[in-house]
Structures are given as C-alpha cells and as structure tokens.
C-alpha cells in the first residue's frame, strides 16, 4: 500500500469533516423565517351590506385590506368563532353570512399575511338581527287571534308564555311529559294549528290535542269544546 503524504492525509480528512457537517445541516439552505409572513404593515377593515337583518336573512361581509397588493385569504369571525374564508382580489374579500338567531352579532375579519405583508385584524362590526315580520320573538306568544306563523320552532329548552288564543300552521320543538307539553305555559289560553304538530324539529307526529302546563290546550284547529279564555 502506498503511504499517503501528511497533506494528502490532511485534505482528506478535512473533506470528510466538511461532508459530516453539511449532512447534519439538513435544510441549511432554507431562508430564515419558515412559513412566516412579512413585516410590512397591513390594515384590515370590515364592512356589511346592511347594519342588520331579519332572522334567517344574510350579509355580505367585505373586508379590505390595504396595501391592495397583499394576496392571501381572510378569515371572518362571529364572536370570536370562525364562519368562513375569502381570497383577496385587488385588496378585497368577501362572505355571504346567514344568522338565524334574533340579537346581536359581533364580527371581525383577519388577513392571515403573505410573504411580503403582515396580518391584521379589523375592528368589529354588529349586526342587529330581528325577528322576521309577523314571526314571534323566543319565549313569547302574543295574543293574536287571527295571526298564522308557517313551521314555527320552538326552543325546548325555553319557557313559552302565551298571552292569548293563538293560531298557527305547523308547530315543531314541543317538549313533551306525557300528553303534556312542558316548555309552553299556556295561563288557561289555547294555542291552534293547521297542518302538523312536531315533537322535534323535522319529526312527524299525528295530529292531536295536547295540554300545556300551567293550563290551556295545543289543539287542531276546529276542535270543539276545549275549555280555553
């Protein structure tokens, strides 16, 4: 075997190091930073279509954020809770949103950045949502004698009160304990429907008459002789 020269050994061994080391650096080359965003500073505003709705209605939420040249997506919140996404186009991005709750919405909408602009986030927006005309707002039934309400829903989970003789179409939500419907309190009055009762909503039931606590019947209209104020 020929003997290597002391600097032939030298460069090899430090060829070897050099080798070691860059296989140790994995992605050495990757730009600092990651998937970071940038650092130039960008604002987020947040517009609706209208200041407020009826329940079930929609909104188009449009956020724009400047500079116009920042690219990516928005995300927009309903009290601090996600509800859907935009692309940016020319600075802009908007969602439809549906509320069918009555109250007061609180939105905001954050640009997630790029690789150029940072995120922001805008100042909040409400929206007032109300009850659909001639519909009845949670816990409550007004007197309304005359009045129909197509496939109203009722909230188990709330006390109804009814007010007076009422008359509806389909009546869907109803919490029952036995015959007896436990979350309308009826004060004596009764409350008539066409159409269908349900005991959950989108559930069938046969029609049929039943008590409400607190007295009072829910009942098909035409029954006779229910002893109602």
Known sequence: ???????????????????????????????????????????????????????????????????????????????????????LTSGTASYVATFSSVGTETLTAKYGGDSTYASSTSSAVTITVTAAAGSWLPGYFPAANAARETNLVLDPAIAWTVTGNSHLHNVAGLALLGSTVRNIDG???????????????????????????????????????????
């Open 1 to 87: 075997m020929k003997a290597m020269r002391p600097a032939a050994i030298a460069s090899t061994l430090l060829a070897s190091q050099l080798v070691l080391l860059l296989a140790g650096c994995g992605n050495f080359w990757e730009a600092p930073g990651g998937n970071s965003t940038g650092t130039t500073a960008s604002t987020t505003t947040l517009s609706a279509s209208s200041p407020s709705i009826t329940a079930g209605g929609t909104v188009t939420l449009t956020a724009t954020v400047t500079p116009t040249a920042a690219t990516g997506t928005v995300t927009f919140y309903n009290n601090n809770t996600s509800i859907g996404t935009g692309t």
């Open 187 to 229: 004060g004596g009055h009764c409350v008539y429907y066409s159409g269908s009762a349900y005991i959950a909503a989108g559930e069938s039931n046969a029609e049929g008459v039943y008590e409400l606590s607190d007295g009072g019947f829910l009942a098909p209209e035409g029954t006779a002789g229910l002893a109602c104020e």
